[in-house]
């Protein structure tokens, strides 16, 4: 197999195992209401395809997921968010332990 054909396999596999990633996604948050067990299982599933593939969990699904005891988090049922000094901070109330995710803040127009 030829350098260029191994890596169109290796591009291709990447972006079949990001598709996947994402409809592990959706499904953990459809399921999440009636079987919060079944969307961790999901999120499971979710790392051991990055891990396989070693590529990295897209942001917005990274989020979601508690980075200590890898549950799915929903603002409001298992996770709590709040803003502090340039921090959104989301403690999670599986395990008890918080995360922090910088974001910018809008500057005031006068």
């Known amino acids: 197999m030829s350098r260029v054909a191994r890596k169109q396999q290796k591009n291709l596999i990447q972006v079949v195992a990001s598709q996947r990633m994402w409809r592990l996604f959706e499904l953990a948050k459809k399921e999440?209401?009636?079987?919060?067990?079944?969307?961790?299982?999901?999120?499971?599933?979710?790392?051991?395809?990055?891990?396989?593939?070693?590529?990295?969990?897209?942001?917005?699904?990274?989020?979601?997921?508690?980075?200590?005891?890898?549950?799915?988090?929903?603002?409001?049922?298992?996770?709590?968010?709040?803003?502090?000094?340039?921090?959104?901070?989301?403690s999670c109330n599986c395990c008890g332990k918080e995360m922090r995710y910088p974001y910018k803040r809008l500057k005031n127009r006068i």
């Open 32 to 90: 999440f209401a009636e079987h919060p067990e079944r969307s961790d299982r999901y999120v499971q599933l979710i790392r051991n395809i990055s891990m396989r593939n070693r590529m990295s969990i897209p942001r917005e699904i990274k989020r979601r997921i508690c980075k200590h005891c890898y549950s799915f988090l929903v603002p409001g049922s298992n996770a709590r968010y709040r803003l502090k000094e340039g921090y959104i901070v989301v």
